[in-house]
């Protein structure tokens, strides 16, 4: 089911409360510009690049349809398929914002264990806030600000990271947070304080330090770093591990940076705090950092979600080489494309930008190369091409780079530029590369790469689209039955008519039978909550737990600037005898096939029952079904 999270099902009552608090257009004004088109907003499809607003979102029906891709579904789908998130984490995401107890029959421990963490995430706020004012007031703090303004950081940048400063006291957060009825127990287990060796008391793990708040994609705080003003050691201090913060899974700024890395459907991925920092300052608000170290699967993981390319723009020394070929290669195994931007020697993107301003970093973005064409370059600019023996050991390492590349054409190209980078034959050069290719064992390696592809492209089994494959007669009837379950879904008089004629399982389509059952489910066990701002096609939709349904039926319940007809139950009944019609011509076409193979037995008396039974659906055909009127 789609409230079951973390082993458990969440309360009917606490989803039902959430729904009825949340309002989808708010919700998705968060990540899409919309415009009101009648009784629905529009807006560019966030799920797939297009020019022409096809993204449709309902108030009155709290539903989303892309008529363009076909993604589609109510709040909890389009926050899930947005954030890429479960069903369980999305409600909690939901339920958060509009201030709903989620789980409301907790065990006493779960209950235990979700207060123990809410009390960590105040600590860590409050810590938060406490360096904040210390840095903003406090005369110690004066060389903080100093240095802050010496990197060319504006008061808004530093407001908007949350920079603070630990005064060098042993005790200042203790106190202060201490003082507001946070315990200490909390605060070690938050990673702020540590007990001291002789088991008497506690000290801050941080003094002395600039501080950047490290926040969770909500943007909550989760962690710190520090940053020394003097020659201490260690230069950086970061939080410790704890139940808030997981270095190797976090990566700072993405709270931030996440819309902008929609919108640009490219993230860029910089080593340290203030890299990112003075990018979004000079307007680059789609960069985000590892914490200074090595890229994770599960960071890789994190930004990838929010954009299919990634560019790396690590410092340009021997070891921001060697750790932008790793972070290649994890992005790439987790299906990111992604290239690399090459930044002068000595320099990275916070001293660029001071130094060159926003057209250096742009220009080197843009000019980002793919994982192949960085391989070739790092050989090249580590080989003395005027010395024999480099520029051979440097071509047969290219060969082995290029001959695990995938395309011909891709690997003459490389072969031509790799050739003339390292002062050697081309057609050498293809030779080598040609022999690795033809060699026994080699074992190519096959990129997963989404450069190219579109990783929110949704079934083809949700998209309406497929019907023009079929035929005329069976889009007819699929036509029909989309309009006879938005007509039910408005009238409560149309399903009943459409519930005594029909029976769901005569409907051609499984989507379409799942949710004609969810209206008459939805019809029958909530008459109350007719005309109290719960509609029929929001309270049907709640009823369906498959995911491609949803987004399919979304589609039909919101319609595709369809006016309804004047008349519900004169259409309606058109859209039944279009069905009606259609089943009986195909019993027809069935007897049909059975009169011609009983023709060579010799079987009289099931010929005429056969018969019997083709003219009775003949003439109902005649007599009782009229042709279907559509929506005129």
């Not at 989620?102 to 979700?114: N, T």
């Not at 987790?334 to 993107?349: F, R, T, Y």
Request: a neutral charge; hydrophobic letters at 40%.
């Amino acid at each position: 089911m789609r409230g079951q999270g973390q082993g458990r099902i969440y309360s009917e009552e606490a989803l039902n409360e959430i729904r009825a608090r949340t309002d989808i257009v708010e919700v998705v004004s968060g990540y899409v510009l919309l415009k009101q088109s009648g009784n629905t907003y529009k807006g560019l499809c966030p799920f797939h690049a297009e020019k022409t607003p096809s993204f449709t979102v309902s108030a009155e029906k709290q539903l989303f349809y892309c008529f363009g891709c076909g993604a589609g579904g109510d709040v909890f789908s389009f926050v899930m398929k947005i954030e890429n998130m479960n069903f369980g984490d999305a409600a909690k995401m939901l339920a958060e914002r509009v201030g709903v107890a989620l789980f409301q029959d907790e065990s006493p421990e779960v209950k235990a264990a979700r207060e123990k963490r809410r009390r960590l995430h105040d600590c860590m706020e409050a810590a938060c806030v406490h360096y904040q004012a210390v840095f903003a007031n406090s005369q110690e703090a004066r060389e903080a600000r100093d240095y802050v303004k010496r990197r060319g950081l504006s008061e808004d940048t530093v407001k908007c990271f949350r920079l603070g400063y630990a005064p060098r006291a042993w005790d200042s957060v203790l106190k202060t947070l201490t003082s507001s009825g946070l315990l200490r127990e909390e605060l070690v287990s938050a990673g702020l304080i540590i007990p001291s060796k002789s088991g008497k008391g506690h000290y801050d793990r941080f003094r002395g330090r600039l501080m950047f708040p490290i926040t969770d994609i909500s943007g909550r705080v989760i962690g710190f770093g520090g940053r020394v003003l003097d020659d201490s050691e260690p230069k950086y201090l970061n939080s410790p591990e704890t139940a808030l913060f997981r270095k190797g899974k976090t990566v700072y700024g993405l709270a931030l940076a996440k819309k902008s890395i929609r919108n640009e459907s490219r993230a860029v991925i910089v080593e340290g705090y203030t890299d990112a920092i003075m990018c979004h300052q000079f307007g680059f608000t789609n960069v985000v950092a590892t914490l200074g170290t090595a890229l994770t699967k599960e960071q890789a993981e994190a930004v990838a979600r929010y954009s299919p390319q990634v560019i790396i723009a690590y410092d340009a020394d021997a070891a921001g080489g060697a750790a932008t070929l790793r972070g290649m290669e994890i992005l790439q195994g987790v299906g990111a494309g992604v290239k690399v931007a090459i930044l002068p020697a000595g320099e990275d993107p916070d001293s660029m930008l001071r130094k060159h301003g926003k057209e250096a970093l742009a220009q080197a973005l843009e000019d980002a190369k793919p994982l192949t064409a960085y391989k070739l370059h790092l050989i090249a600019s580590q080989t003395d091409t005027s010395r024999l023996d480099q520029r051979v050991k440097a071509a047969k390492e290219a060969a082995r780079v290029l001959a695990n590349v995938e395309s011909a054409v891709e690997r003459v190209e490389y072969a031509e530029k790799a050739a003339e980078m390292l002062d050697v034959s081309r057609e050498a050069m293809l030779g080598d590369i040609d022999r690795l290719v033809k060699a026994p064992g080699l074992r190519r390696v096959k990129s997963r790469s989404r450069e190219g592809q579109d990783r929110f492209k949704v079934s083809r089994d949700t998209s309406f689209k497929d019907d023009i494959a079929r035929s005329g007669e069976v889009v007819q009837v699929l036509k029909a039955e989309r309009l006879l379950l938005r007509l039910m879904s408005e009238s409560r008089a149309v399903l009943e008519m459409a519930a005594e004629r029909l029976k769901w399982a005569e409907l051609s389509d499984e989507r379409h039978r799942v949710l004609a059952q969810a209206i008459q489910t939805s019809s029958g066990t909530h008459p109350e909550c007719a005309g109290r701002g719960s509609s029929p096609s929001r309270r049907a939709i709640e009823l369906i737990d498959n995911g491609e349904i949803l987004e399919y039926t979304a589609g039909i319940l919101i319609g595709e600037d369809e006016k309804l007809p004047d008349d519900l139950k004169k259409a309606a009944e058109d859209c039944i005898n279009v069905i009606l019609e259609y089943k009986l011509v195909d019993r027809i076409r069935e007897i049909e096939k059975e009169l011609m193979s009983l023709s060579c037995t010799g079987e009289m008396q099931k010929s005429r029952e056969l018969l019997a039974e083709l003219g009775c659906l003949k003439k109902r055909i005649s007599e009782e079904l009229q042709p279907f009127r559509g929506t005129s």
